[in-house]
């Protein structure tokens, strides 16, 4: 789980400013996105799907 | 004496078109209701009143020379103020573009205004299209127009709030993770999630560009599905526009539901506010008693969404503001400079994750429409919510309650049709989503017309 200075460090090395009143408000949405991770060990074979990114038309003419 | 303020598009056409109603009278009957309820509703940022008289009286002059060029003609429309408009400035709801005025309208906006439509005002929105309240601290919170305490939800929550109030015939949105739907329940209309591709994004400002679609929000099904006629379509200037059929989607919208096989994922059933879960119930067997199979289907991988969706979202949404991020911080409110700094700090293999996770929901999907044609759900767990003063920490809590209902639709690239569903016990709207195949829109709208003839805004929790 993340920590506030985890938080401030990786958005300091990015060269991203913020208040340090957004710090409560980044965990909770940080621990939102990693308990919702835990929903992947239920597949465990997900690494045979391919990712979905985008290849538009303009790179295959 | 009908107000014409509630008409609905299908129904003000053709007094238009007989001339038995004025595009000029329409138009200022509009605007004078917005003069008088806007300073509370907040519904618009930047209403047009010269132009949008200018084209009602092209509108009348036009259809007096016996020049009616179809439905759209003469009818007030809200665009949501992430669209581009030519000469006209364009917000995105936002601080950073407070005097951005495009070159170019957006392709929907051209088209809906070459239909005849006539552009009321541009909307107001959550913040860049990346909340789900409605609040605005640029340019006021939206309220909705049911009890002016709670919020419309967002972020095309102008749109739906004036559909609500009768301060717009139509409106259009756009929903990365549901900014369509979401305040379509909240403010008791209909809104059209599209299939992705099928509706043109050129000239909207993007949010999460693998999420983003455009849409149309009414009062009624007919209108949406006339809406959709002239949104949709091919269009060589949206890298991910797809080239396929248009159908007439106001062709056999009364088919009715008999015999249609709609599937309820338990995933849906989770954590319902009890009047969300009441209203649903009821709806189910209503949907039954038209004819409808309900059946329970299986869809693990919906398990899927709130990590994908949340990953996907939060750090496309990032990466594109990355800059303005680094230069321009504090013209960020609080909610969404911390949900894009959130992003900022996801790394590559979580969303390569996401993408990998999201394709496992798309053939999930893909075998559940095996044996069911739609998919059905509360449209969010939630009723609508009174403002609460800690606004910053009730939008991520919204979405966070909010996301793993709508985001599915949004990764899938499935369109979803948003409709009412009842009444709360503070007499509230609440709403449910229909799910389709990709380009199953002609279905959906189907299903929705037969659900709006029960006339479900009667339904009480």
């Not at chain 2, 107000?3 to 009957?29: C, N, V, Y």
């Not at chain 2, 957006?106 to 990346?130: C, F, P």
């Not at chain 2, 309650?401 to 709360?424: E, H, I, K, Q, R």
């Not at chain 2, 989503?433 to 017309?449: D, M, N, R, Y």
Request: charged residues 15%; proline residues 6%.
């Amino acid at each position: 789980m993340d920590d506030a200075n985890f938080i401030r460090q990786g958005l300091h090395l990015q060269g991203l400013p913020f208040c340090e009143t957004d710090i409560p408000y980044i965990l909770q949405i940080r621990c939102t996105m990693t308990l919702s991770q835990n929903a992947l060990s239920a597949f465990p074979y997900l690494n045979m799907e391919t990712p979905i990114t985008i290849v538009d038309k303009e790179l295959l003419t | 004496m009908t107000d014409i303020s509630f008409l609905t598009a299908t129904e003000l056409g053709p007094l238009l078109k007989s001339r038995q109603l004025s595009p000029i009278e329409l138009t200022k009957h509009l605007l004078n209701r917005i003069n008088t309820f806007d300073s509370m509703l907040r519904t618009y940022i930047t209403p047009l009143h010269d132009s949008a008289l200018k084209q009602a009286k092209e509108a009348e002059e036009n259809i007096m020379r016996g020049n009616y060029i179809g439905p759209l003609h003469g009818i007030p429309i809200g665009v949501k103020d992430n669209y581009y408009t030519k000469g006209i400035r364009t917000t995105a709801g936002s601080k950073l573009f407070i005097n951005f005025i495009p070159k170019e309208n957006a392709t929907t906006v051209d088209k809906l205004l070459n239909a005849g439509g006539i552009m009321l005002g541009k909307q107001n929105l959550h913040e860049l299209a990346a909340g789900s309240t409605g609040t605005n601290p640029f340019f006021g919170n939206t309220r909705n127009p049911w009890n002016i305490q709670y919020m419309p939800g967002g972020s095309s929550g102008g749109g739906t709030a004036s559909l609500a109030a009768g301060l717009a015939i139509l409106a259009t949105g756009s929903d990365t993770f549901g900014s369509i739907r979401l305040p379509a329940s909240m403010c008791g209309v209909y809104g059209l999630k599209t299939t992705y591709g099928l509706v043109s994004t050129h000239g909207i400002f993007p949010t999460a560009m693998s999420l983003d679609t455009a849409g149309p929000m009414a009062r009624s099904v007919s209108d949406l599905a006339l809406m959709l006629h002239y949104m949709a379509g091919f269009d060589a200037n949206d890298p991910v526009s797809l080239d396929a059929p248009v159908p007439n989607y106001m062709a056999d919208l009364n088919k009715g539901i008999k015999g249609i096989k709609i599937g309820l994922p338990a995933y849906f059933l989770q954590d319902l506010a009890p009047d969300v879960e009441s209203l649903f119930k009821g709806a189910m067997e209503t949907l039954q008693y038209l004819g409808a199979e309900v059946v329970d289907v299986e869809i693990p991988e919906l398990t899927l969404s709130t990590f994908s969706g949340y990953t996907i979202a939060a750090g496309e949404a990032s990466a594109l503001h990355h800059k303005w991020l680094q230069t321009h911080s504090s013209d960020y409110s609080a909610d969404i400079r911390s949900f894009f700094l959130a992003g900022a700090l996801t790394d590559t293999p979580q969303y390569l994750q996401a993408q990998q996770a999201r394709r496992k929901l798309v053939k999930g999907f893909q075998e559940a429409f095996k044996h069911v044609d739609l998919l059905l759900g509360p449209t969010i767990p939630i009723t609508p919510q009174i403002y609460s003063e800690q606004w910053v920490k009730q939008n991520l809590e919204v979405i966070r309650s909010c996301l793993p209902f709508t985001v599915p639709a949004n990764l899938t690239g499935t369109p979803s049709l948003a409709v009412p569903m009842g009444l709360d016990s503070e007499n509230l709207p609440v709403g449910m989503q229909f799910i389709g195949t990709p380009l199953s829109e002609k279905l959906l709208l189907q299903a929705g017309k037969a659900w709006e003839s029960t006339m479900p805004l009667r339904f009480r929790a």
